[in-house]
């Protein structure tokens, strides 16, 4: 037997349709504040059971199904799919991959990929007693630029639990809220941290750079430096891509990017901290300070719109909602290719850019390209030469 459960997501009602499997149902409640479903709500997830606490997690909101092979395992892909939906469902607001710590009543987003530590920092930080929005997905409203919480629990890989530093273990032992085979959940220990509905402004970026043996080191980061990890960690379903590319590109250029560099989390802490006290003290050195407001020189053909940085081009085309990145030499060959060169011009022209390389090579290199970008689409909007 299956049955509808609702549950508040951000302040918009969610569904999933489950197995009434007490466990589970147990597990997404201790997550989630569960509601009344509606009857013409449709379901955004979906759990079926497939073995004894064998479940199969599918929806629009997940870009791809899985299988869990235990309810706590099961109820975080649930979240995650519930998380996807909101994405797609909402337009005034982004989604990040990205924790959230607080501090001086801002918020600074740590965008990162799955395994990059960004959980166990925010652990650390919650130890030393600060707050923090989100350890891992984080809403922005592009109106305000304020971030809020999905209100879902910090989770933490139970490796965390065996081989962590004595301090953070102590910590998840006394706040452990559920624990699975593989994951946990830990409580917030103070009121602060992981509230639906509270947002902050945000005071800006940082981005984790862990090392074996480097010594915590905060730097600040070009805005161009920025940007890509900052587009490749937002999951938008509905906003069109030149807009959200200019939204990012704001976002990038606005507010303060740092990089931290650490081994230990815990040793890092203290240092974020304190410099987030006074954040405008971490300054570019001069002859970086002016790319943060001449970095960018948008092109916009109505379909296509370019974005020139010193590191390469961004493309966002509208037509299916994507965004690329063309490194520099690649970014030559664009505008060759967007200039309606033909082939052998367009080499020539790269023979004079790119001294001593073969022309051959080139001729080859190029040919690749313009194959590459076509199975992309993005030969269609140009008018190139038969």
């Known amino acids: ?27 997404l409640a201790r997550l989630l504040p569960e509601i009344n479903p509606s009857a013409e709500q449709g379901e955004s997830v979906l759990v079926e059971m497939k073995g004894d ?49 607080i501090r001086k009543g801002k918020a600074y987003l740590i965008p990162a990929t799955y395994k990059s530590g960004k959980s166990t920092f925010c652990a650390a930080w919650m130890a030393a007693g600060h707050s923090i929005v989100t350890d891992d997905a984080a809403i922005f409203d592009v109106r305000t630029n304020h971030v809020s919480s999905f209100g879902i629990p910090l989770r933490l890989r139970n490796s965390l639990l065996r081989d962590g530093p004595q301090p953070l273990r102590d910590f998840v032992a006394t706040n452990l809220l559920l624990r699975g085979p593989r994951l946990s959940y830990v409580r917030s220990p103070d009121s602060a941290s992981c509230v639906p509905g509270t947002s902050y402004p945000l005071g800006g970026w940082v981005f984790l750079d862990r090392k074996v043996g480097a010594q915590p080191r905060l730097s600040r980061l070009k805005a161009t430096e920025s940007l890509s990890q900052i587009i490749w960690q937002n999951f938008a379903r509905q906003m069109p891509a030149s807009d959200l590319l200019d939204v990012l590109r704001a976002a990038a250029t606005q507010f303060p990017c740092f990089r931290l560099q650490y081994e230990e989390c ?58 690329y990145f063309f490194n520099p030499s690649a970014g030559v060959m664009w505008k060759l290719a967007a200039a309606g060169l033909e082939i052998d011009e367009a080499i020539e022209v790269l023979a004079e850019v790119y001294r001593g390389e073969a022309a051959g090579t080139l001729a080859q290199d190029y040919r690749h390209f313009l194959a590459e970008i076509e199975s992309l689409g993005l030969l269609n909007g140009l008018r190139l030469p038969a």
Not at 7 to 20: K, N
Not at 67 to 75: E, F, G, L, R, S
Not at 281 to 307: H, K, M, N, R, W
């Open 1 to 27: 037997m299956s049955s509808v459960r609702a549950y508040a997501m951000a302040g918009l009602p969610v569904s999933v349709r489950m197995p009434d499997d007490r466990m589970l149902a147990s597990h």
């Open 53 to 101: 606490s064998v479940f199969l997690v599918t929806g629009e909101g997940l870009t791809r199904s899985f299988t869990c092979h235990d309810p706590v395992d099961t109820a975080c892909g649930v979240t995650a799919g519930l998380i996807g939906a909101y994405a797609i469902a909402v337009q005034d607001k982004l989604c990040f991959h990205a924790a959230a710590l």
């Open 266 to 323: 815990i040793d890092a802490v203290p240092l974020l901290a304190s410099a987030l006290e006074r954040p405008d003290e971490y300054v570019l050195p001069a002859q970086q300070s002016e790319d943060l407001g001449t970095a960018f020189a948008v092109e916009d053909d109505g379909s296509i719109q370019v974005t020139e940085t010193p590191g390469g081009l961004y493309l966002a085309d509208d037509r299916y909602g994507r965004i």
